[in-house]
């Protein structure tokens, strides 16, 4: 989780911050989506 002050929401940069931002937590939501979709043997649950 990353909390923005209100200084940084309304600064000219803020859309690179908050695209950096989700490009650094991708890596998690990637994992998350293959461990709760998959089963022990990495077989798809779907």
Known sequence: ???FTDKE???DNF???AVQ???AMR???DYMSEV???DLNGEPLF
Do not use: N
């Open 1 to 3: 989780m990353r909390k």
């Open 9 to 11: 929401v309304l600064s």
């Open 15 to 17: 859309q690179k911050e």
């Open 21 to 23: 931002t989700l490009l």
């Open 27 to 29: 890596p998690f939501f």
């Open 36 to 38: 709760l979709t998959t």
